[in-house]
């Protein structure tokens, strides 16, 4: 009986020692009882991708190190029925060896693997380090996947298919990603969906990893990458200042590139009430253009534009390209620009006043500077009453395009403004001149009022190099278009673009107020003297007389009369008979006279012809000797 009791505690010893000198062989990572203070090990495999049959070698590390560790290396096998994995200890590694790392010999298929460490008396021992894994692209007979599209490379808006076969009736597909340089190990209940055993997934966004198959008996598939890659539409719009009427030219690229797209183009409309755009496709673009550009004929004020493409019979198309602009400096009724100071440089030190008008009762400003498109911060971005003006400063050098938008869905012409910490700045017009009017150019300086003996340039080219501060253009024309700075004490100016615009055309029928002002009462004195001429003919042409007068040398007048003649083209005077030779004087009906003959008269030295009207004027002919003189109205 004594031998018996003193047994009992030798057995239980015995028992103790074998149960906890040696990790169990079946345990999986979620019991909560197994679960130690100790740091969990971290498992690293090379390689992951091992040719069939190599060895692959397994590390395990404690973190933080420390010394006196044993290492145990498990198999990870599927547990469907867990949404787990069970792990099952290798053969070598029962023992717990000192050593950080072991080598699997003859890896033919993809496997898992996973290590925990231990270290005291009695043993205490760390949690499963995460499952790590080994791919191999071939398939088996036990477990197999297949993807379709056949290709690594995919796209967002392609939809992606995984299939898995062999003899187990239970699958689910696992993946492996690298997100945000840490590993997720998912299923496709989390981002596709599983039936059966095929799982079909779109990814939204770009994506990286390994799929594979797994069985409920326990079997690992072969295993695919996968690279799921966003499609982007780019869109260049060119040129980007065009000039008023000119064609624009839009292109729109597709990243990364592959055929088989039609391409929609749209235009771009504001919408203030969701701080946004909304997008209309442009007339010939419904059906989509199989070549990747697109011209629009005409362009005359500031627009947006966008595109997009798709392709194949499920409609699966890009996002929208970011919208790109094309601007004009030409205001027109609908929506206005106007900046205060006229300028275009200024210094960071100052503010810019930018006034939006219009058809419309809400405006924002928006700005592009470099590539980025936004609405300008502050007060600017909210939607504003009529008559809205906006205070814009910066505290950093750089140039930026401004404009307005209209709740209306208008865009005003477009401004660029350029502020500079300090230095040597351009004074020029923001806004275009008009042909023939005088502009002036100046120079400014931080803390001098005054410059002379500055240089000017137009398009690097040296115009004026006096002692003058300023130059100055009386009459633009379009040849003085173009870019200018100005050169003072070695410093130089950021260059400015002056735009000059045509003179408006006067329309049909239309004229301005000062010419006016002066033709008209000249066309009023000329129809008024053509009135009172015509009305005098006719009251001649009713008179039915002429009276001719001859005086001789003796002072006896002789006179004549004629009826004018309705039908004749000319009225008729002859020479009393007493003459030598007739002689013929005629005048046309607008008293216009011609002389035919001459007269032969050897007494008569002055011969006065008048013509009497009812004015109680007279036309006088007037004859020297036998020679017409004159013929005039007195």
């Known amino acids: 009986m004594d031998h018996t009791l ?35 090990p971290v498992l690293t495999v090379s390689p992951s991708w091992p040719s069939p049959g190599a060895s692959v070698t397994l590390s395990c590390e404690v973190k933080p190190p420390s010394a006196g560790w044993r290492f145990y290396w498990y198999k990870a096998v599927p547990d469907l029925s867990k949404k787990n994995y069970r792990y099952e200890v290798l053969p070598d590694a029962i023992n717990g060896p000192a050593n950080n ?29 995460e499952p790590k894994f080994v791919w191999s692209a071939d398939s088996h007979p036990a477990a197999s996947l297949t993807a379709s599209p056949e290709r690594e490379q995919l796209f967002t808006i392609d939809a992606i298919k995984l299939n ?68 982007e539409s780019i869109l260049t719009v060119s040129p980007s200042w065009p000039s008023p009427g000119a064609s624009v030219n839009l292109s729109c690229e597709v990243k990364p590139s592959s055929a088989g797209w039609r391409f929609y183009w749209y235009k771009v409309v504001p919408d203030l009430p969701q701080k946004n755009y909304r997008y209309e496709l442009l007339p010939g673009s419904i059906s989509g253009t199989v070549e990747n550009s697109f011209i629009v004929t005409g362009q005359k ?33 609908a929506a206005s620009l106007s900046v205060s100071p006229d300028r275009e440089q200024h210094f960071t030190s100052e503010s810019v006043t930018l006034n939006c008008g219009g ?12 590539f980025s498109l936004s609405s300008y911060p502050g007060v600017c971005s909210r939607i504003s009453r009529p008559g809205f003006s906006c205070t814009i400063s910066s505290q950093q050098s750089d140039k930026t395009v401004y404009w307005c938008e209209s709740g209306s869905g208008e865009f005003s012409n477009a401004v660029n403004i350029t502020f500079a910490y300090r230095g040597f700045l351009l004074v020029s017009p923001v806004h275009p ?16 009022n005054q410059l002379s003996n500055v240089f000017f340039y137009h398009n690097d080219k040296l115009i004026q190099s006096d002692s003058r501060g300023e130059l100055n253009i009386s009459a633009v024309s379009q040849s003085d278009e173009g870019f200018y700075k100005c050169k003072y004490s070695g410093r ?33 004195v000329v129809l008024l003297i053509l009135l009172l001429l015509l009305r005098r003919f006719r009251q001649t042409k009713g008179s039915g007389r002429v009276e001719t007068a001859y005086q001789d040398d003796q002072q006896q007048p002789l006179y004549s009369s004629l009826l004018q003649g309705d039908l004749g083209v000319y009225e008729t005077i002859r020479q009393p008979g007493n003459y030598v030779n007739d002689g013929e004087l005629r005048w046309d009906r607008k008293k216009r006279c011609e002389f035919h003959q001459s007269f032969q008269k050897s007494t008569v030295s002055r011969v006065l012809l008048f013509l009497r009207e009812s004015t109680q004027k007279t036309t006088r002919l007037t004859f020297i000797g036998s020679r017409l003189d004159s013929c005039h109205i007195t």
């Not at 001149?433 to 001098?448: D, F, K, N, W």
Request: glycine residues 10%; hydrophobic residues 35%.
């Open 492 to 524: 130089v100016s950021p260059q400015s673009w002056m735009a000059v615009k045509a003179k408006p055309a006067l329309k049909p029928g239309s004229s301005s107020f000062p010419v006016m002002l002066v033709v008209g009462p000249v066309i009023g």
């Open 6 to 40: 003193l047994c009992v505690p030798g057995v239980l010893f015995l028992s103790f020692l074998l149960c906890c000198g040696k990790p169990p062989v079946h345990r999986r990572s979620g019991d909560e009882n197994l679960r130690s203070t100790a740091p969990k």
């Open 359 to 370: 058809n419309s009762a809400e405006w924002r400003v928006m700005m592009v500077r470099g």
């Open 164 to 231: 898995c076969k062999g003899s187990s009736a239970d699958w689910r597909v696992k993946r492996l990603t690298d997100l945000y340089y840490q590993s997720d190990l998912s299923d496709c209940s989390i981002w596709g969906t599983m039936t059966g055993s095929s799982c079909t997934f779109i990814s939204p966004q770009y994506s990286r990893g390994v799929y594979w198959c797994e069985s409920g008996s326990g079997e690992f598939s072969n295993a695919v990458n996968i690279t799921v890659n966003t499609l």
């Open 101 to 129: 790392s072991i080598i699997i010999r003859g890896q033919k298929h993809t496997a898992g693997f996973a290590c925990r460490a231990g270290r005291g008396n009695p043993e205490n021992l760390t949690d499963y380090s």
């Open 301 to 333: 004020h500031t627009a947006g534009f966008a595109c997009r493409a798709g392709r194949g019979n499920s409609g699966n198309s890009t996002y929208r390209s970011e919208p790109k602009f094309i601007w004009s400096a030409d205001p027109h009724p």
């Open 433 to 448: 001149v008009t042909e023939g009017a005088s502009v002036t150019l100046g120079c400014r300086i931080t803390g001098l």
